[in-house]
């Protein structure tokens, strides 16, 4: 099993003195060694006065300095390409404003929402939405609320929705979102990871806010770093978080229908690969990349690269599922170019997968029918206890003197 740098360069340091972490990477849809990076310090107390906002294009045919410098009003903390228009990204910053770039016009933003209007929190999730116009996007923050913009006029957001899982659409008990997931190929879903541990899967069309929450997912002890829907199999999601990935079915309500062992160190990011759907990469906080292949084997990753010494923070596949670029805490983004073993669909790959995914998904049905059954049947002869003790628990002490 082979595995090569690429050809040009293998890493790009944060060029600033102060070092910060690489927190999001999007590749230029429409050149392969251009990426856009977001830096940022997520942790409060380490951010200082001469801390530098820029976030930097790079073209790794030439890593020794950005291609581009772009100025944020606030340090970006997510930055996105239209997939659409090479030229254009949009940002969410680390105060919650939202920012988006024209390339040809400059280092500086060509549009900014005001502090008013924008989230409270920082932005850990912007993406493109597909649309006649090519300029409607929308963003989640740990301010609990999702938002919709069109980048043309970012004065005012066109749509917005609190993360309240009760559905009272209550902006303090909403869930802080860290984590957000859209695929194209299924226009008015998406999916919202929270600092919870909860996944929220929502309908954008559905007629009322409390409607748009469609159902939980509950699997992880702290907050989900990332989600992402199976490229063949969308039905098919991957999330991370605490010291496991897990790969869940929208079918299977209560559990993940499969995941990897506990980890020693937690994993900070993950996603499918493009091309293969039998294939997830996760990064860890040691500064492994671990790439699995399920159909190969499932109790160990079927490679491990040590990328770094110090955390991993993002990662990001190109289309092709042979170009990894992956972020570190200090802004160091390494890129590595995987085996073509790993990104060239195997014979009969998508039927084996689908057939797993399938079985496991029905196992677990089976599992929940059984354990809703047992619930029931505890509730119902704890029920029939308290009837022979004296009535309903709830009755009593409702007519004082009787």
């Not at 003195?17 to 830096?39: D, E, F, I, Q």
């Not at 942790?43 to 300095?65: A, G, H, P, T, V």
């Not at 924008?118 to 989640?140: E, M, N």
Request: net charge positive.
């Amino acid at each position: 099993m082979s595995t090569t740098s690429t050809p040009s360069h293998s890493s790009a340091p944060d060029p600033n003195a102060a070092k910060r972490t690489a927190t999001h990477l999007s590749w230029c849809p429409n050149a392969s060694k251009k990426l856009a990076v977001a830096y940022s310090i997520l942790e409060f107390q380490q951010s200082k006065k001469d801390m530098s906002l820029d976030s930097y294009i790079w073209d790794l045919e030439n890593s020794s300095r950005p291609e581009m410098v772009l100025k944020p009003p606030s340090p970006l903390v997510t930055l996105e390409y239209n997939p659409k228009d090479s030229f254009v990204l949009v940002g969410g910053c680390y105060n919650g404003q939202m920012a988006y770039w024209d390339t040809r016009k400059g280092q500086l933003p060509v549009e900014v929402s005001t502090v008013e209007v924008s989230h409270r929190d920082p932005v850990y999730g912007a993406i493109w939405l597909q649309s006649k116009t090519g300029t409607d996007c929308f963003s989640a923050s740990t301010d609990g609320q999702v938002l919709w913009w069109d980048v043309r006029k970012l004065s005012v957001p066109t749509e917005k929705l609190v993360l309240d899982i009760s559905r009272k659409g209550i902006l303090k008990d909403a869930l802080g979102a860290v984590a957000l997931e859209f695929e194209s190929t299924l226009p008015t879903k998406f999916m919202v990871g929270t600092e919870q541990g909860i996944v929220i899967l929502c309908n954008r069309k559905a007629k009322t806010p409390a409607e748009k929450i469609t159902c939980t997912y509950s699997g992880h002890h702290g907050p989900v770093y990332a989600l992402s829907r199976n490229p063949m199999y969308p039905k098919i999601f991957l999330t991370v978080g605490d010291w496991t990935a897990r790969i869940w079915s929208e079918d299977a309500k209560e559990s993940a229908i499969m995941w990897t062992k506990y980890h020693s160190a937690y994993l900070t990011d993950g996603c499918w690969s493009p091309v293969r759907p039998a294939v997830f990469l996760t990064t860890r906080s040691d500064g492994t990349l671990d790439i699995w292949d399920f159909l190969f084997k499932q109790n160990d990753p079927f490679l491990s690269l040590k990328v770094c010494d110090e955390p991993l923070s993002s990662l990001r596949v190109q289309d092709n599922g042979r170009i990894v670029g992956c972020g570190s805490k200090v802004g160091t983004v390494s890129v590595m170019e995987i085996s073509s073993v790993l990104c060239t669909l195997q014979r009969n790959e998508k039927n084996l997968a689908n057939a797993m995914f399938e079985r496991e998904t029905r196992r677990e049905k089976i599992l929940e029918a059984r354990y809703r059954e047992m619930r029931l049947k505890e509730r119902t002869r704890s029920e029939r206890g308290s009837f022979a003790r004296g009535g309903h628990p709830g009755a009593r002490g409702k007519h004082p003197g009787t």
